[in-house]
């Protein structure tokens, strides 16, 4: 008997080691993972973490595999946004509650503002993704989401409005400071711009407008976060309604296999570093069209790699490395980017301060008519629903924190050149009309 216990005991033992050592917090080990987050939690207890982009990595990258894992783990939150919620709403938390001290946050600022990460991540995928995408589903969808994302515009300002006034709320405060920063495009490109043109108007002081129009866009976002969870749940249940990550219908006459297939093509450190001058390339040639154009760049952005792409310029192997790099960065830094987000641009006690019922439905009501405008109008145009449900939630997103959430939340981080198109170009759109409007009606 003894004999017996002791091999059930050994057995038990070594099931356990077995599935600890198997398992992963984000790219490690468990045992690996504990042994580095241990010596940078206790580094930033002491408060002695570096200010630098390394003291950041360290910050985000164990709170976001964290994070991210935790939410992948549990049932049902998983399938609704459970990772990407939990990695930028914790971090947001845990900051309300002091519980982060500044050494931790100016590590974090360093890699986050200073450096502009978010930037660097959104060029290398949005690169990636154009220069990896065939390119008749490119240009296809890009010329196609123009018209669900006006449509969703003009729906969402209308019913938003005519729901606060319903609720007893006044009409131009509905629109113009919550409705409007819904579907501005984030914080810097939209929230921002839309506070100095709101101050120059009204003559309030732009710090006091941005606390008043950032609740919006962050609870629209997570609304929207929510709502792509459940329409990737409607794509796998009733499948004729998914492109599974594919925007366009495919016919059977389309020669479009090439956009469909894995990247197959060994991985080449060589090449991905060629990927990174691309991004950045890509990324600096829309700064310049900017100041040339007064255009937002990354849009301009966009633009020129779809015209590099449709043109067909790019080198191949170059074509590939931006691919590859697309796949390192979103597989190995969406999560962890989300928890710097969530420490640095997700001020929760804005949030708190303003938060009443009516304000609550009026943003759902915002969110949900854009999405099911894209959803709607989408069978009209070819494309599929699902997919095109998704993207238009990226119009009330929080800019490109909002993309990287509400696709990696679906599971459809390749549909993110559509998906910054819609928020960059509908959110520019939506601050110049709105702002002229408060500029006639003043």
Not at 130 to 149: A, D, E, F, K, Y
Not at 240 to 248: K, R
Not at 346 to 357: E, H
Not at 417 to 424: D, E, I, K, M, S
Request: some cysteine.
């Amino acid at each position: 008997m003894d004999s017996k216990a002791e091999k059930s005991t050994s057995s038990l033992r070594n099931n356990f080691f077995g599935y600890v050592q198997r398992s992963k917090i984000g790219s490690v080990s468990l045992p690996v993972y504990c042994v580095m987050s241990a010596v940078i939690m206790i580094t930033a207890l002491l408060e002695q973490l570096p200010v630098n982009m390394l003291g950041g990595f360290a910050v985000i990258l164990s709170l976001g595999w964290l994070l991210g894992t935790i939410g992948a783990s549990i049932p049902i939150v998983k399938n609704f946004g459970g990772p990407a919620i939990f990695s930028l709403l914790v971090p947001s938390i845990l900051v309300f509650f002091n519980l982060i001290n500044q050494n931790v946050l100016k590590s974090a600022d360093i890699l986050m503002k200073q450096a502009n990460f978010l930037y660097f991540y959104i060029a290398c995928l949005v690169c990636g993704s154009i220069l990896g995408m065939n390119r008749r589903i490119l240009v296809q969808g890009l010329m196609r989401m123009i018209i669900p994302m006006m449509a969703g515009m003009i729906l969402a300002l209308g019913v938003g409005t005519l729901v606060g006034v319903l609720l007893g709320l006044k009409w131009d405060h509905t629109l113009f400071y919550i409705v409007t920063p819904i579907l501005a495009g984030g914080i810097g490109e939209g929230i921002l711009p839309l506070s100095l043109g709101y101050s120059a108007i009204t003559g309030v002081d732009s710090g006091q407008l941005v606390a008043q129009l950032i609740p919006a866009t962050i609870i629209g976002n997570f609304f929207a976060i929510m709502c792509s969870g459940v329409l990737n749940r409607l794509g796998e249940k009733k499948p004729h309604l998914s492109g599974q990550g594919q925007l366009i219908k495919l016919s059977k006459g389309d020669d479009l296999g090439d956009a469909l297939k894995e990247e197959t093509v060994p991985l080449d450190l060589k090449k991905m570093g060629a990927g990174v001058l691309t991004a950045c390339t890509l990324f600096i040639t829309g700064s310049l069209l900017q100041a040339l154009t007064g255009f937002p760049g990354p849009v301009l952005m966009i633009i020129a790699a779809a015209f590099l792409k449709y043109i067909n310029v790019v080198p191949v192997e170059i074509q590939t490395g931006a691919k590859q790099l697309y796949k390192f960065i979103s597989g190995n830094f969406t999560f962890p980017l989300m928890a710097g987000l969530g420490l640095l641009y997700i001020p929760l006690k804005d949030v708190v301060g303003i938060l009443n019922w009516q304000y609550f439905i009026v943003v759902i009501s915002v969110v949900f008519t854009v999405i099911s405008t894209g959803f709607f109008v989408a069978r009209f145009l070819n494309m599929n629903p699902v997919e095109a449900a998704i993207v238009s939630a990226c119009q009330s997103g929080m800019g490109g924190t909002g993309d990287v959430a509400i696709l990696s939340t679906a599971s459809r981080m390749n549909l993110m050149p559509f998906a910054q198109v819609a928020t960059r170009l509908g959110g520019a759109i939506t601050v110049i009309v709105m702002t002229a409007i408060l500029r006639m009606i003043f």
